[in-house]
């Protein structure tokens, strides 16, 4: 029996480094670094200090964001969310709270008869049209027609 040889495949890896880069990447980089730790020895113990100031900062940080995450939770702790239409119960008062607002009602002020008469005669006098007063007033045709032929009537008897 003879011996099947598999075909031989280069596969060209991506994870191969060469020699050459190596040398070229980290002797520089160890030897700048050298050179940087060795300027700065001098000022190692203000640098030291100003890295624990900056780790005391980010710790009194993270205790204040705990500080205000616990504080809002006990606030929030005697309201149970019920659902979107009942809103919230409230357990030390034993009460219901609706989560939104009832609608508004709107409340229109309708003016009087006599008011209206009053601006449409104004109007009337001043020589408009009574399809401008309508525009103007807002008052049915019908109405305007009526109290301006009223007025005729009683400023012609005078």
């Known amino acids: ?49 100003g890295v624990l100031v900056l780790l005391l900062v980010g710790a009194l940080y993270l205790v204040a964001l705990l500080f205000v995450d616990i504080y809002q939770r006990w606030l929030h702790a005697p309201y149970i969310h019920v659902s979107e239409q009942n809103g919230m119960f409230n357990t030390k008062a034993g009460r ?14 309708e003016e009087d008869e006599d008011m209206q008469r009053a601006k449409v005669l104004l109007c009337y006098d001043t020589g408009m049209h009574l399809k401008e007063i309508e525009k103007t007033t807002g008052v049915k045709y019908w109405k305007i027609q009526k109290w301006t032929s009223e007025y005729a009537a009683k400023k012609a008897n005078r």
Do not use: D
Request: no cysteine; aromatic share 12%; charged share 10%.
């Open 96 to 109: 219901m709270y609706p989560l939104a607002l009832p609608p508004p009602i709107v409340v229109t002020e």
């Open 1 to 49: 029996m003879s011996e099947q040889q598999q075909p031989h495949l280069e596969v060209f890896s991506r994870n191969r480094i060469s020699h050459s880069t190596v040398i070229l990447g980290v002797v520089p980089v160890t030897l700048f670094s050298g050179m940087l730790i060795y300027a700065l020895w001098q000022f190692l113990f203000w640098i030291a200090i």
